[in-house]
């Protein structure tokens, strides 16, 4: 397997929003200990190096393999849905069409939200958990940073990230758009991770601190980001009497099973229920108390504002600059697979320099640096074969020296 490296060998497999409902979608989402398991296995099922990208709108695995089943396996293997239920609905790239997909999906052309830009810190976080452990290479390493570089130069240079929307965003339009007034409402945000935190900036903008809960299982992180926007905290033992109290509740966990069911609600109720987890963490029985609105990931992605108006026009300059990127990756890649004929080269000169050593004094690093420069110079620019351009060098330089 240590020669699955190269582009050719090079996939994504995955399932977004585009095809997968939410229940689909939780069946593969993939919490911290699956993404544990599937790295541990990976070698089992002949997968070199990957890492795993599991969000509210897409699970995708990344990595070297002979074949996308190999993939597919390795991640059917460890979540709770089936590989053929998964093929079904599935996307498989390879090669150029992979790099290519990581580099929009980045950029936010692939997210349910056009231009969402939680998606990068998601990546990053997917990204580093895999390598801290061992699991990428030097090819997913260079591809993760010019992703990074691409992102960044369409942050600064379109508009596709301007303005605010996002899940979060979406989640409190589309309280907005029930209620009269944040007036007097209770709150529970259930959840402090990445978007639970969003969901809490935006609802400040229209209710008062006071209103707003939080819970979360690790009560230190709800008590670190309550204190920062100066919120109430509640231990999770006391989720059932919230629900109850709340007329607002947000739920962004990770929960393998709903955390909000049936028994938690009762006939006459009036709620609004927004659920921005995969798998979900609302039981969509809820809806059968005709006072209880839930709306989900995929519900929520349907808001179309001004602002998402404005994005679209941005697509054409994103994708502008991920060219330029890929081609810059491309560049680099092409020029790894010289590095071999290139340090023989060097090898060589420094040989043929020490034999030559007694008839002259001077220092030869100069002169086989400037060869090797002009021989790579000659394997970026022109379609002459390595082993060519290695006579040539090593001619060129014998020549010159004996002159």
Not at 4 to 16: C, E, R, Y
Not at 32 to 51: N, P, R
Not at 330 to 343: D, F, G, N, R
Not at 375 to 391: L, W
Request: glycine residues 6%; negative net charge.
């Amino acid at each position: 397997m240590e020669d699955l490296k190269s582009a050719t060998d090079f996939w994504v497999i995955g399932i977004n929003y585009r095809k997968a409902d939410t229940t689909l979608r939780g069946a593969y989402a993939v919490n911290e200990h699956q993404y544990e398991a599937i790295l541990d296995s990976a070698k089992v099922f002949g997968v070199s190096s990957l890492f795993v990208l599991s969000t509210c709108n897409r699970t995708e695995l990344y990595g070297f393999a002979e074949q996308a089943d190999q993939l597919t396996g390795l991640l059917c293997r460890h979540t709770e849905g089936s590989a053929e239920a998964f093929t079904a609905q599935a996307y498989i790239k390879k090669g150029n069409e992979a790099l290519n997909h990581i580099f929009n999906v980045a950029a936010g052309l692939d997210s349910q939200i056009l231009g969402d830009y939680e998606i990068v810190g998601q990546i990053k976080q997917a990204f580093y958990f895999a390598r801290d452990r061992g699991y990428t290479n030097s090819f997913l390493d260079r591809l993760f940073n010019t992703v990074l570089q691409s992102c960044r130069a369409i942050r600064s240079e379109t508009k596709l990230s301007s303005g605010t929307v996002s899940v979060a965003f979406a989640a409190v339009q589309f309280i907005r758009n029930r209620i009269d007034s944040f007036d007097h409402k209770r709150i529970l945000i259930l959840g402090s991770g990445e978007i639970g935190q969003a969901a809490c900036r935006n609802l400040l903008t229209f209710a008062g601190k006071d209103q707003v809960t939080l819970i979360n299982r690790t009560e230190g992180k709800a008590q670190a980001l309550a204190e920062e926007l100066g919120l109430h905290t509640a231990p999770f033992e006391m989720l059932r009497q919230y629900i109850r109290e709340c007329d607002i509740i947000i739920v962004a966990t990770a929960a393998a099973t709903p955390l909000i069911t049936v028994a938690d609600l009762a006939e006459g109720d009036e709620k609004i229920l927004i659920d921005l987890s995969i798998p979900n963490n609302i039981d969509a029985a809820v809806q059968q108390y005709k006072g209880i609105v839930l709306a989900n990931v995929d519900d929520l992605s349907r808001i179309n504002d001004e602002t998402l108006r404005k994005r679209q026009a941005e697509i054409p300059k994103a994708e502008e600059l991920i060219t330029c990127h890929i081609h810059e990756f491309a560049e680099w890649y092409l020029m790894q697979q010289h590095v071999p004929v290139l340090k023989a080269v060097k090898e060589k000169l420094h040989a043929l320099n020490m034999q030559l050593a007694e008839a002259r004094q001077q220092d030869d690093k100069q002169a086989v640096q400037k060869a090797l420069n002009t021989m790579a110079k000659k394997m970026r620019t022109e379609e002459q074969r390595p082993g060519c351009n290695y006579i040539e060098t090593i001619h060129h330089y014998l020549k010159q020296t004996v002159a």
